[in-house]
């Protein structure tokens, strides 16, 4: 049997176990359950990233049961929390409501831009950033504008980049090229 961690941004607030028999490996997730919210989890393994579903309410907690063929190796689980029917951001792996507003200083803009409406969130090994964006306005921001990618949302526009190993880089074109990789390649179903 092994286990690793379950994380929520940069926050372990479980655990995912497995343990194989036969041809699979059998796999359990728990965590605090939020009411309100939906948890998927995602499995970081040596193949890749395998989305393993929605956690179901247990006896108070967040529980996730699931079985994957024997050569799934789990390193680590992440969890993509979201508001019922809300889906993900255009061109970003987390819905809006994972996005908090950043600490003064996230970026190194100057003490007086501490309320610029920068939101972040943490996804695996990077930190997405929404920058507010108006077209015609000036903004703090025009630093990052050829790293990023505009992202209308509910409340305006955004500019969305990350970092990752503290260099702000562009979003990932296609957050889910690596999930549909391993489908094509028959190592998911």
């Not at 831009?113 to 903004?139: K, M, Q, T």
């Not at 050829?146 to 503290?166: I, Q």
Request: aromatic share 10%; glycine share 10%.
């Amino acid at each position: 049997m092994g286990e690793c961690g379950l994380y929520l941004g940069r926050e372990r607030i479980g655990t995912l176990c497995w343990a194989r028999a036969g041809e699979t490996t059998a796999v359990f997730a728990a965590c605090p359950m939020e009411t309100g919210r939906i948890y998927r989890v995602l499995l970081l393994c040596e193949n890749g990233e395998i989305p393993l579903g929605v956690m179901l309410p247990e006896a108070g907690r967040f529980v996730l049961k699931k079985e994957l063929p024997r050569a799934v190796v789990p390193r680590r689980a992440f969890v993509d929390r979201s508001l019922p029917g809300e889906g993900h951001l255009p061109h970003l792996p987390l819905a809006f409501s994972a996005f908090r507003p950043a600490e003064a200083g996230e970026l190194g803009l100057s003490a007086a831009d501490e309320n610029s409406g920068l939101l972040c969130a943490d996804w695996i090994d990077r930190r997405y950033f929404l920058a507010p964006f108006r077209p015609g306005e000036e903004s703090l921001f025009a630093p990052y504008f050829s790293l990023s990618v505009l992202v209308e949302g509910e409340t305006g526009g955004f500019l969305a980049f990350c970092k990752k190993d503290e260099i702000c880089q562009p979003v990932f074109s296609d957050p889910s090229a690596e999930t549909d990789r391993l489908r094509a390649s028959g190592s998911i179903s």
